[in-house]
Nanobody
Framework: QVQVVQSGGGLVQAGGSLRLSCAAS????????MGWFRRAPEKQREFVAA????????YYADSAQGRFTITRDNAKNTVYLQMNSLKPEDTAVYYC??????????????????WGQGTQVTVSS
C-alpha cells in the first residue's frame, strides 16, 4: 500500500519561495500520477498542480501557472512543488496526492485515493 509523507512548507514573505516535497513509500509510484492540492481557510480543497507518471506532462491551476513548478524523481519516489513569487493568497494547507495514472482527470480531487498529511504554507504581506 502506498503512503505519502510531505515535508517543507512554513512561513515566508510575499515574493519569496518555498519547496514542498512528497515522498512515497510502500511501493514504487512510477506508474502513479501525483498532484498537489490546497485548502485555504473557509474554502474547499482546490487543485494546484499535477504531473503524470513519467514527468513529461504537467498541469497547473491558473493561479499557479508561471509561478509554481511540479517535478518528480521516480528513482527517489518523490515529487516536488517549487513555489516562487508567493502571494498572501497562496496561504493554505497543501496536500500531496497520488493515484494510478489513467491519463486523464489530473485536476480532479475525487480521482486521487492517496493523500499526504498536509503542510501549512503561510505567506505574509
Amino acid at each position: 500500500q502506498v503512503q505519502v509523507v510531505q515535508s517543507g512548507g512554513g512561513l515566508v514573505q510575499a515574493g519569496g519561495s518555498l519547496r514542498l516535497s512528497c515522498a512515497a513509500s510502500g511501493r514504487t509510484v512510477s506508474s502513479y500520477a501525483m498532484g498537489w492540492f490546497r485548502r485555504a481557510p473557509e474554502k474547499q480543497r482546490e487543485f494546484v498542480a499535477a504531473i503524470n507518471w513519467s514527468g513529461k506532462s504537467t498541469y497547473y491551476a491558473d493561479s499557479a501557472q508561471g509561478r509554481f513548478t511540479i517535478t518528480r524523481d521516480n528513482a527517489k519516489n518523490t515529487v516536488y512543488l517549487q513555489m516562487n513569487s508567493l502571494k498572501p493568497e497562496d496561504t493554505a494547507v497543501y496536500y500531496c496526492a497520488a493515484r494510478y495514472d489513467i491519463g486523464q482527470g489530473f485536476e480532479l480531487r475525487s480521482e486521487y485515493d492517496i493523500w499526504g498529511q498536509g503542510t501549512q504554507v503561510t505567506v505574509s504581506s
